[in-house]
């Protein structure tokens, strides 16, 4: 069987944790931010992990490291 290749943009998006979940960043947190609240840009260092019915389709695209 070959090698599976990774997804290097899905590589870039995607953090694979310790126990093997998937987490992104949050959308709209690089532009015009100086208009959204405090409160708003703080929540945007945090990151979110994906839906669900999300998961099995994006663990392809980084095979070794999940």
């Known amino acids: 069987m ?3 290749k990774t997804h290097k943009g899905a590589k ?3 953090h694979v944790t310790g126990s093997g979940k998937l987490l992104r ?3 709209m947190s ?3 931010r100086r208009k959204k609240p ?3 840009t703080r929540k945007f260092a945090q990151k979110i992990g994906f839906a669900d019915a999300d998961v099995k389709r994006l663990s392809r695209l980084v095979p070794y490291d999940v």
């Open 2 to 4: 070959p090698k599976l």
């Open 12 to 14: 870039a998006r995607i």
């Open 25 to 27: 960043r949050k959308r």
């Open 30 to 32: 690089s532009h015009l």
């Open 38 to 40: 405090k409160k708003v």
